[in-house]
Nanobody
Framework: QVQLVESGGELVQAGDSLKLSCIAS????????MAWFRQTPGKDREFVAA????????RIADSVKGRFAIFRTYARNMAYLQMNNLAPEDTALYYC???????????????????WGQGTQVAVSS
């Protein structure tokens, strides 16, 4: 089993930057891709970014490309989401996810991920 804990969410103003952190514990040797998703009330969970076990291969959603970046530590047990130039539409509950399946590229579908954190709230005021 793998446990994920997110942190870093808070209330910020439009244009600000924020960095979210996700730490994995437990059987981290079984974790391949790590990703960030976000969700607002009444909507499906939305893919934001993912990084592979090689810590180099990444996927970024078009909606945040150029503003957000995902990083993963060499030890592979932590992932970060750097969010720049935040906008009110980025307001959401942000989840960290981990995938235990070996894939050539980190998935962007939520149902590909096996482990989820509890989420950290990001609110952006205009």
């Amino acid at each position: 089993q793998v446990q994920l804990v997110e942190s870093g969410g808070e209330l910020v103003q439009a244009g600000d930057s924020l960095k979210l952190s996700c730490i994995a514990s437990g059987r981290t040797d079984t974790v391949y891709a790590m990703a960030w998703f976000r969700q607002t009330p009444g909507k499906d969970r939305e893919f934001v970014a993912a990084v592979g076990r090689d810590i180099v291969t990444t996927r970024i959603a078009d909606s945040v490309k150029g503003r957000f970046a995902i990083f993963r530590t060499y030890a592979r047990n932590m992932a970060y989401l750097q969010m720049n130039n935040l906008a009110p539409e980025d307001t959401a509950l942000y989840y960290c996810a981990a995938d235990s399946d070996l894939t050539t590229a980190p998935p962007f579908q939520a149902n590909e991920y096996d482990y989820w954190g509890q989420g950290t709230q990001v609110a952006v005021s205009s």
